[in-house]
């Protein structure tokens, strides 16, 4: 059974994602205004905090909390909310005084939701009692409005989090339909060999090493950010460009990795060989850009501005004469990743105005090209307005 169990393992390290297009917005997406009760859950956040009145409640949610199997023991508010006949729908209607159809009805006009702890230190501090604050904020930099057990309304520094332990509901950033995978440890007799399972070679491909960022791009209320890295090449034969790959917590196979802090370093295949060689036939003469966002929204998918993002790339672009793009430069021994001239920098992402849009981090641009340097890193992640956002390490194996 273990050794199935490390076969199936390893064969999802060589998984391959093929093109993603990215829609372009709407006339939903325009200018319109999501109300702000739909919007901003107070109302919610309210009445979850009241219900911790009850201490039942409260050891109750504390155990869905702590048997969580995603990321930072997160729950899906609604399947929640509904699970156990509706435990905590109805203990929440009868501390607030109202029905379960109404409290329902409410939750279902609401924005998709998620509730944990975004702080470690207050998940591991909290052990069920009447000390918790329950807070909601739609954006990374909106000041959180907190409500305690007894329905009592304050506002929240947005950079710092308080002592008392503070309990998010929040728009939901977690993939629900996806279950974690979880880590395999073989230790004996696994295929045949004592100590572990023997990776397999890595795929030829480029491959990040480390990275560095300045900020975390993610308020205190939002939990560990999401780093996500993105090759974006010429969609077809038209003059903008299209996601090609996405590496990143929910990237799956290969293309796997979590950073939660401002420092991470391993090896993620960011674009394979195979993909590459791929591209440079469909489009000879063209190159891709290395882009890294913090994901607010869909996992690999980026939602922003597209006029943010055209004026982000039309800046770096213009400061470094077009040399943002990279390339296999297979002609050195040994082989790197290097520089290149970028030609298209139109790029149709998908707003979102019910979610928070994703920050962009930035294009990176080769070191030699910007004229700037640190040790182990290669290529500089240059943001908004030509900002220095964090430095990369890129190498082809």
Not at 161 to 174: F, I
């Amino acid at each position: 059974m273990l050794n199935r169990r490390c076969a199936a393992a390893a064969l999802m390290l060589i998984a391959a994602c093929s093109e993603r297009t990215i829609t372009p917005p709407g006339p939903e997406a325009s200018a319109g205004a999501v109300p702000e009760a739909v919007a901003r859950p107070e109302a919610l956040a309210r009445m979850v905090a009241k219900g911790l009145k009850n201490p039942a409640f409260r050891a109750y949610l504390k155990a869905q909390l702590d048997a969580s199997p995603y990321r930072e023991h997160k729950l899906q508010f609604e399947t929640f909310l509904a699970a156990n006949s509706a435990r905590a729908l109805r203990e929440i209607a009868a501390e607030n005084g109202t029905s379960k159809d109404a409290l329902e009805a409410q939750v279902n006009g609401a924005i998709a939701l998620e509730i944990y702890f975004p702080v470690p230190a207050h998940r591991a501090a909290w052990q069920g009692d009447e000390q918790v604050l329950v807070a909601t904020a739609l954006r990374d930099d909106d000041p959180p409005v907190a409500f305690d057990p007894q329905g009592r309304r304050q506002v929240l520094d947005p950079r710092t989090p308080p002592a008392v332990p503070v309990l998010a509901v929040v728009p939901v950033e977690t993939d629900f339909s996806r279950i974690p995978a979880r880590i395999l440890e073989c230790t004996t007799n696994c295929d045949g060999g004592v100590g572990g399972v023997v990776p397999p070679p890595p795929a030829p491909g480029l491959y990040m090493t480390k990275s560095h960022f300045v900020q975390d791009f993610e308020g205190w209320l939002k939990g560990s950010p999401e780093f996500e890295v993105h090759i974006l090449g010429q969609r077809g034969q038209t003059d903008s460009l299209v996601d090609y790959q996405c590496a990143g917590e929910h990237a799956g196979g290969p293309y796997t990795f979590d950073q939660n802090d401002l420092d991470w370093s391993g090896n993620v295949l960011l674009f394979s060989k195979a993909q590459l060689d791929q591209y440079n036939a469909a489009h000879p003469g063209q190159n891709v850009r290395v882009f890294v966002v913090e994901d607010d929204d869909t996992a690999c998918d980026i939602k922003t501005d597209p006029t943010r993002f055209q004026s982000l790339i039309t800046v770096v672009d213009a400061n470094y004469k077009g040399l943002t793009s990279g390339n296999d430069s297979t002609w050195f021994i040994p082989k790197y990743w290097g520089r290149a001239t970028s030609a298209y920098n139109i790029f149709k992402a998908l707003a979102s105005l019910i979610k928070t849009n994703d920050d962009l981090i930035g294009n990176a641009v080769e070191d030699k090209v910007v004229g700037t340097f640190y040790p182990g890193y290669n290529w500089i992640v240059k943001g908004d307005n030509n900002i220095t956002n964090g430095w990369i390490n890129l190498v082809v194996n």
